[in-house]
């Protein structure tokens, strides 16, 4: 069970935009920043998003990210089958002292 | 541009020590903004910190495994290294040393990822 909920998969079609919420509480996503990663096939997880909203040089400002509250959100527009992946939220949780990631989601481009 | 590389035993048996390495190269590592963490995923799941050292030598555990891990790091030696003793099969997993950037301005997050290594736990 993670401290952070996001859905097992979420689908689309090529060319379509998609949203991968990530939902928290106040000790994390409520009050900490919120990076996102995703996980290719086979491949180490890459950073996508950093401090809520913002993308690293490289990443294709398809991906964005946004947060209200204790929820946090990624979306991607214009997709690819190349952006079939897992993403994962991850953030500082300060009751915990710790590290946390959502459980991962899968993309399917239909 | 900084990469890192694990290494280490793939096979551990139960009862034993798990021992990795994270050799650092391509950039300095002695910024006062750089964490340096390793992050598990078991087979089909997702991913699980385990702890981070700063460059300090302050250290940050996971809590649910803060008893068993030690990770400890050489500037000089540009590396740093996991300990995760009394494993089980549930500790198998692909085992990532990471960077983590965080600044006044910055919250933390991991910029840069090993290409993982797999460790399995096995008699």
């Known amino acids: 069970q993670s401290v952070l909920t996001q859905p097992p998969s979420v689908s689309a079609a090529p060319g379509q935009k998609v949203s991968i919420s990530c939902s928290g509480s106040s000790s994390n996503i409520g009050s900490n920043y919120v990076s996102w990663y995703q996980q290719l096939p086979g491949t180490a997880p890459k950073l996508l998003i950093y401090?809520?909203?913002n993308r690293p040089s490289g990443i294709p400002d398809r991906f964005s990210g946004s947060k209200s509250g204790t929820s946090a959100t990624l979306g991607i527009t214009g997709l690819q089958t190349g952006d079939e992946a897992d993403y994962y939220c991850g953030t500082w949780d300060s009751s915990l002292s710790a590290w946390v990631f959502g459980g991962g989601t899968k993309l399917t481009v239909l | 541009q900084l990469q890192l590389q694990e290494s280490g035993p793939g096979l551990v048996k139960p009862s034993e020590t798990l021992s990795l390495t994270c050799t650092v190269s391509?950039?300095?590592?002695?910024?006062?903004?750089?964490?340096w963490g390793w992050i598990r995923q078991p087979p089909g799941k997702g991913l699980e910190w385990i702890g981070s050292?700063?460059?300090?030598?302050?250290?940050y555990y996971n809590p649910s495994l803060e008893s068993r891990v030690s990770i400890s790091g050489d500037t000089f030696t540009k590396q740093f290294s996991l300990k995760l003793n009394s494993v089980t099969a549930a500790d198998t997993a692909v085992y990532y040393c990471?960077?983590?950037?965080?600044?006044?301005?910055?919250?933390?997050?991991?910029?840069?990822w090993g290409k993982g290594t797999t460790v399995t736990v096995s008699s």
């Open positions: 391509g950039g300095s590592v002695t910024s006062s903004t750089y964490y």
């Open positions: 990471v960077k983590a950037y965080y600044s006044d301005s910055s919250g933390p997050h991991m910029d840069v």
């Open positions: 050292i700063h460059n300090s030598g302050s250290t």
């Open positions: 401090d809520n909203d």
